[in-house]
């Protein structure tokens, strides 16, 4: 895949490498970065050579610093924008890939950066990244799961105390919360990122997606129903390796 304008991405080793591309505006999520990551992420969950993800932002300063609001809060009516929605339900496709997704965070991760983080499966951050939930104070709310991927990750009272009161939060305090998986110096983020998606890739790949399943499918059920989708899930991994 080329010629996108606002992400660059490469295939490389049964990797994918997704980088979103607008360093001089802070790799914010603008309209274009929403239609070609619905490009990617949607020829990603159809090609069963690429077994992990890395998603990460070009230049030094952020991962994504939010959505672009001079685009977005001058988009068409909204019922017009509820169907451009529904038509690129990027956020909807982030959740449906098998494939385990890593996030290399490094530098502002705000907004749409946080929730796109919170699409991965794993979040490793650099020692120099700040998160935070900037929309309250812009006069709207989070619109693509921010409300409910972030609480899921750090609890209702943090989540509120960021989104209420503007407060950012440094690395280690992301880590402590639960809202990365480890903090790591900056000039050593994109090589553990690599390390864990070649750890995963060294995995049976069925067994690494069945796995994902389990866990992800399994937390919007009962104790129960999470026991029997394991069940099947191990079943069905067990027959395709005969």
């Not at 038509?87 to 909807?92: A, K, N, T």
């Not at 982030?94 to 749409?112: D, R, T």
């Not at 480890?182 to 890739?201: F, G, H, S």
């Not at 059920?221 to 191990?234: A, D, I, Q, V």
Request: aromatic residues 6%.
């Amino acid at each position: 895949m080329s010629g996108f304008e606002v992400l660059i991405f490469e295939n490389r080793d049964g990797i994918g490498h997704v980088t979103l591309n607008r360093p001089k505006a802070l790799n914010s999520y603008n309209l274009q970065m929403r239609n070609e990551l619905y490009q990617v992420l949607s020829a990603i969950k159809e090609d069963r050579e690429i077994k992990a993800v890395i998603f990460k932002g070009a230049g030094k300063k952020a991962f994504c610093a939010g959505a672009d609001l001079s685009e977005f809060l001058s988009a068409p009516s909204p019922v017009i924008a509820r169907d451009v929605r529904f038509e690129r339900d990027v956020w909807g496709l982030f959740l449906s890939i098998e494939q385990p997704l890593i996030a290399a965070l490094h530098g502002y991760v705000l907004g749409s950066g946080i929730e796109i983080a919170l699409c991965c499966d794993i979040r490793i951050a650099s020692d120099d990244a700040k998160f935070g939930l900037p929309e309250v104070g812009l006069g709207v709310i989070p619109a693509a799961g921010g409300t409910q991927t972030v609480p899921r990750a750090v609890g209702q009272s943090k989540t509120l105390e960021m989104l209420l009161t503007d407060r950012w939060i440094n690395a280690e305090e992301a880590y402590q919360s639960g809202m990365v998986n480890m903090v790591v110096p900056r000039d050593k983020l994109l090589r553990k990122a690599e390390d864990t998606a070649k750890k995963i890739v060294s995995f049976s790949p069925e067994a690494v997606r069945y796995a994902k399943q389990a866990v992800t499918r399994g937390l919007d059920m009962t104790l129960s129903e999470g026991l029997n989708l394991e069940k099947r899930l191990n079943t069905r991994l067990a027959v395709s390796d005969n």
